[in-house]
């Protein structure tokens, strides 16, 4: 793993590549750069304005990132005009690099930077609703139930943790945290978070699956009085039904 001190080189490198590049008019940092927050740990997290096309802009700097960074792989997330590209360099560093029209060069939540260049005023990225959460886990439930009955044990795993991962994000969402990836989770209090050690599958026996489902239940019931107690109220029996007893 790289230094704190040598991922610092990397984005000081990084940066002056774009102040050089006529093809890059602004830059930013977003993540743990932009709030002071970033150790040994973080990734680079580079938002860049290109003034033309994105795309012939994307070829050299990857090319760049391989040439001059020793680049091993990459990987592209879309998201609206822009397109993020995640590399993975020497020292498990991890450089996301967005690229995206000047048009869609701002701050869409708190954590940004503007290093040079004229930011626009975006809309925020959209907070996850209580019914999607909330729908996304009863499905889940109903489907780690199905498996569990239909032999898939390692598809029962896929939805028993799945359903595990909602009710973070609800309480997270409830309690004012990070819901993306679960970067609110080490904040929740332990009337939160220890129940959910019980959710853990051991092993992919039958019983294990029922007796873990039956701990992710209780959990989703127990955070969805907190956040939507006429939902609770409703689904409760349902819910309950799934649950081996």
């Known amino acids: 793993m790289l230094s704190a001190e040598e991922r610092d080189r990397v984005l000081e490198r990084l940066l002056s590549l774009a102040r050089t590049d006529d093809a890059v008019v602004g830059a930013a940092l977003t993540g743990s750069h932009a709030l002071g927050e970033n150790d040994r740990w973080s990734d680079v997290d580079l938002v860049l304005s290109i003034r033309d096309d ?38 498990w560093m991890e450089a996301d690099i967005t690229f995206a029209p000047e048009d869609a060069f701002g701050p869409r939540g708190p954590q940004w930077r503007t290093v040079f260049g004229r930011q626009q005023s975006l809309k925020p990225f959209a907070a996850p609703t209580l019914d999607g959460l909330a729908g996304h886990a009863w499905h889940h439930v109903l489907h780690a139930r199905v498996c569990i009955e239909r032999g898939r044990r390692w598809q029962a795993e896929h939805w028993i943790s799945a359903t595990r991962d909602q009710v973070i994000t609800l309480a997270c969402s409830r309690l004012g945290l ?41 959990a989703l019931m127990n955070e969805l009085e907190h956040s939507a107690p006429a939902l609770a109220a409703r689904l409760r029996p349902w819910l309950k039904d799934l649950q081996d007893v």
Request: hydrophobic share 45%.
């Open 54 to 91: 994105p795309a012939a802009v994307l070829d050299s700097w990857t090319a760049r990132l391989y040439d001059e960074f020793g680049a091993l792989h990459h990987w592209d997330l879309p998201t609206g005009s822009a397109t993020i590209r995640v590399f993975l360099l020497p020292g």
């Open 178 to 218: 990070p819901t993306a990836y679960a970067k609110g989770a080490h904040l929740l209090p332990d009337d939160v978070t220890s129940p959910l050690e019980a959710t853990l599958i051991r092993s992919l026996t039958e019983p294990e699956l029922h007796r873990a489902l039956n701990a992710v239940i209780d």
